[in-house]
């Protein structure tokens, strides 16, 4: 079992950034396939980003393609997403999960183990 914890969410304006951390203990991070959702109020959690277990390949949702960057550092045990040119769109509570499967999915049902997410608010 892999424990996840979010960091880095916060208030910013439209137009800025925010970098968000996940970092993770318990089994080997490096065996898992690493992926971003979100989930505003009210609505359905969606995908975001996801990254190999080597972090040679990655998958973004159109949405945030260009704007938003998922890496890993398998020494660290950390998951990132680097949010670029925010817009007020892009609010939500945003969550990493870990699944065993080497396909990189949007399916948030293929994910195993969840953070407890952390709050991005963009404001206009």
């Known amino acids: 079992q892999v424990q996840l914890v979010e960091s880095g969410g916060g208030l910013v304006q439209a137009g800025g950034s925010l970098r968000l951390s996940c970092a993770a203990s318990?089994?080997?991070?490096?065996?898992?396939?690493m992926g971003w959702f979100r989930q505003d109020s009210g609505k359905e959690r969606v995908f975001v980003a996801a990254i190999n277990k080597i972090a040679s390949t990655t998958y973004y949702a159109d949405s945030v393609k260009g704007r938003f960057s998922i890496s890993r550092d398998n020494t660290k045990n950390t998951l990132y997403l680097q949010m670029n040119t925010l817009k007020p769109e892009d609010t939500a509570v945003y969550y990493c999960a870990a699944t065993f499967g080497i396909l990189l999915t949007g399916d948030p049902k293929r994910y195993d183990y969840w953070g407890q997410g952390t709050q991005v608010t963009v404001s206009s």
């Open positions: 318990g089994r080997t991070f490096s065996r898992y396939t």
